[in-house]
């Protein structure tokens, strides 16, 4: 042990910038450098009298593998879409390997499918950039929580179904291979299932934000309508009516003490997933409220990366072709 000490002392004073009382490390990389691409423009709804442009922020692990790809959609009720919140969920799938999108959407004022629209948009646009940011397009998934979580699961049941394909990029696919929701919503009719009497009654007033997402609000001779003045319309929108065919792997998870979108939303659609044979996990974590702090916890975080990772494979290698695309940019 003296000998090594004296050896490494002894080296010490060749380093370049060495000078007595330095304190002299060594370094073995062990994880990429993440690039932040922030502001990027996915895609441009075009109207009458405004152009609005859609906005997602990129985290892309500075190597030459081929990555898959994950898009997160932020939960807001269907009023916002703040989509750069969940930071330490997007940097932990970041530091696992994957390219990790968070993307806006339309939201109420505008009314179904716009949001669905958005959402596939976002899709066909990292399809077609794959090679811009080094991911396998064969292997893009999507994470949403709240009502991001139903644009998830949205996506994850319409895979095959063009009707809801519109913008740029019609060229590129909009299906994924894997959807994770976090406290989501699948049935627009029963957000409140099980709960007290007064949240029922939020739920049938034409105000409330799932009524405004299918009905829109009251205007000129319109009233107004609750979510239950058209089932067959409201269902339309939502997840659980999409079941048929076959769907990419579910990671469904909620917790048991949710007061604001009933637990009963991710059992009913794990339930009629696993009844149809489709590859669905459903996790309840148990004394979890909506959003609140368990969901930021490491032990929930590295589920959903392990699973995304067992689901959607790791960074494919690639043989060096000169240098890695982006170490001169510093």
């Given at each position: 042990m003296t000998l090594l000490s004296q050896a490494v002392l002894s080296a010490q004073p060749s380093l370049p910038g060495y000078t007595s009382g330095a304190e002299v490390i060594k370094v073995a990389p062990e994880r990429a450098q993440i690039d932040a691409l922030n502001g990027v423009v996915y895609s441009q709804i075009k109207q009458v009298r405004a152009v609005r442009q859609l906005h997602m922020s990129l985290l892309v692990p500075r190597t030459s593998a081929l990555k898959p790809a994950i898009i997160y959609f932020p939960g807001g009720g269907f009023i916002s879409a703040d989509y750069d919140k969940f930071i330490e969920m997007r940097m932990a799938l970041a530091e696992a390997g994957f390219v990790v999108?968070?993307?806006?959407?339309?939201?109420?004022?505008d009314t179904f499918p716009a949001p669905v629209i958005d959402g596939k948009a976002a899709v066909r646009y990292l399809r077609e950039h794959a090679q811009e940011y080094g991911?396998?397009?064969?292997?893009?998934?999507?994470?949403?929580?709240?009502?991001?979580?139903?644009?998830?699961?949205?996506l994850g049941v319409t895979g095959g179904d063009k009707v809801f394909d519109k913008g740029e990029y019609l060229n590129q696919s909009s299906q994924v291979q894997a959807a994770a929701t976090l406290y989501g919503i699948s049935d627009l009719r029963n957000i409140g299932a099980g709960f007290p009497a007064d949240v029922q009654k939020v739920h049938q007033s034409p105000a409330v934000t799932e009524a405004l997402l299918v009905n829109g609000p009251a205007f000129r001779n319109f009233a107004g309508a609750a979510i239950s003045a058209d089932p067959a319309k409201a269902l339309q929108a939502s997840p659980m009516g999409y079941l048929a065919g076959k769907k990419p792997p579910f990671l469904i998870m909620h917790g048991s003490a949710d007061t604001l979108v009933?637990?009963?939303?991710s059992e009913q659609l794990y339930t009629a997933l696993k009844k149809a044979g489709d590859p669905v996990q459903y996790v309840l974590v148990d004394g979890a409220e909506h959003g609140d702090i368990h969901w930021f916890q490491p032990v929930i975080i590295q589920k959903v990366v392990t699973w995304?990772?067992?689901?959607?494979g790791k960074p494919t290698p690639l043989k060096p072709q000169g240098k890695t695309p982006g170490n001169d940019q510093l």
């Amino acid at each position: 042990m003296t000998l090594l000490s004296q050896a490494v002392l002894s080296a010490q004073p060749s380093l370049p910038g060495y000078t007595s009382g330095a304190e002299v490390i060594k370094v073995a990389p062990e994880r990429a450098q993440i690039d932040a691409l922030n502001g990027v423009v996915y895609s441009q709804i075009k109207q009458v009298r405004a152009v609005r442009q859609l906005h997602m922020s990129l985290l892309v692990p500075r190597t030459s593998a081929l990555k898959p790809a994950i898009i997160y959609f932020p939960g807001g009720g269907f009023i916002s879409a703040d989509y750069d919140k969940f930071i330490e969920m997007r940097m932990a799938l970041a530091e696992a390997g994957f390219v990790v999108a968070a993307a806006e959407y339309r939201v109420v004022p505008d009314t179904f499918p716009a949001p669905v629209i958005d959402g596939k948009a976002a899709v066909r646009y990292l399809r077609e950039h794959a090679q811009e940011y080094g991911i396998d397009p064969a292997r893009i998934g999507v994470l949403g929580d709240s009502a991001g979580g139903w644009m998830a699961q949205m996506l994850g049941v319409t895979g095959g179904d063009k009707v809801f394909d519109k913008g740029e990029y019609l060229n590129q696919s909009s299906q994924v291979q894997a959807a994770a929701t976090l406290y989501g919503i699948s049935d627009l009719r029963n957000i409140g299932a099980g709960f007290p009497a007064d949240v029922q009654k939020v739920h049938q007033s034409p105000a409330v934000t799932e009524a405004l997402l299918v009905n829109g609000p009251a205007f000129r001779n319109f009233a107004g309508a609750a979510i239950s003045a058209d089932p067959a319309k409201a269902l339309q929108a939502s997840p659980m009516g999409y079941l048929a065919g076959k769907k990419p792997p579910f990671l469904i998870m909620h917790g048991s003490a949710d007061t604001l979108v009933s637990p009963q939303q991710s059992e009913q659609l794990y339930t009629a997933l696993k009844k149809a044979g489709d590859p669905v996990q459903y996790v309840l974590v148990d004394g979890a409220e909506h959003g609140d702090i368990h969901w930021f916890q490491p032990v929930i975080i590295q589920k959903v990366v392990t699973w995304f990772s067992q689901t959607l494979g790791k960074p494919t290698p690639l043989k060096p072709q000169g240098k890695t695309p982006g170490n001169d940019q510093l």
